[in-house]
T-cell receptor, first 115, second 111 residues
Framework: SAVISQKPSRDICQRGTSLTIQCQVD?????MFWYRQQPGQSLTLIAT?????????ESGFVIDKFPISRPNLTFSTLTVSNMSPEDSSIYLC????????????FGDGTRLSIL | SQQGEEDPQALSIQEGENATMNCSYK?????LQWYRQNSGRGLVHLIL?????REKHSGRLRVTLDTSKKSSSLLITASRAADTASYFC???????????FGKGTKLTVNP
């Protein structure tokens, strides 16, 4: 399975600032996704990172708040913009091979706290 | 997206006992996956079961799938303290690569 490196692993930020999270995969993958996990909650999909085109956002998430880049088939970034305490969450990237009935694999996540 | 339900939300057992977690989902699926998360870290993939499978084993793990009831269960046999974690099911919404996660079960295995 793909090895996924996510950076930073954790950060503490001031409200109003922005943070960019990186996700690097050791092999080319078709699909990359970004999820949010609020404290004590399950995972919610933020968006699908599309290589060479704009990301596809889920209901409740917008590009201005969570801009995403995917410059190639092994790398993606998620920016959390103009942060508030409500953005304190774990953010996780995942990859999918694109083949039917294959597991989706996750990075170790970025634990973000906003003061 | 609508999340599935998992029960119980929390489960505390003694080492050596079996742990059973249940999951329900809302749409037709191609497959359902189970993950483990240790203390707010990343997710570790455990098992993927396809919609045409009814049961799958991996070591001490057994997963069942009932598509007529839109439900799945994860059984961990002979549990160990190291099994302490949160367990999530995730369904693929009729073949989409997007996963819909259940609410998760927090398992505590006491030594």
């Amino acid at each position: 399975s793909a090895v996924i490196s996510q950076k930073p692993s954790r950060d503490i930020c001031q409200r109003g600032t922005s943070l960019t999270i990186q996700c690097q995969v050791d092999s080319q993958v078709t699909m990359m996704f970004w999820y949010r996990q609020q404290p004590g909650q399950s995972l919610t999909l933020i968006a699908t990172a599309n290589q060479g085109s704009e990301a596809t956002y889920e209901s409740g998430f917008v590009i201005d708040k969570f801009p995403i880049s995917r410059p190639n088939l092994t790398f993606s970034t998620l920016t959390v913009s103009n942060m508030s305490p409500e953005d304190s969450s774990i953010y996780l990237c995942s990859v999918d091979s694109g083949f039917s009935n294959q597991p989706q694999h996750f990075g170790d996540g970025t634990r973000l706290s906003i003061l | 997206s609508q999340q599935g339900e998992e029960d119980p939300q929390a489960l505390s057992i003694q080492e050596g006992e079996n742990a059973t977690m249940n999951c329900s989902y809302k749409t037709s699926i191609n497959n359902l996956q189970w993950y483990r998360q240790n203390s707010g870290r990343g997710l570790v993939h455990l098992i993927l079961i396809r919609s045409n499978e009814r049961e799958k084993h991996s070591g001490r793990l057994r997963v069942t799938l009932d598509t007529s009831k839109k439900s799945s269960s994860l059984l961990i046999t002979a549990s160990r303290a190291a099994d302490t974690a949160s367990y999530f099911c995730a369904s693929d919404q009729g073949g989409s690569e997007k996963l819909v996660f259940g609410k998760g079960t927090k398992l505590t295995v006491n030594p």
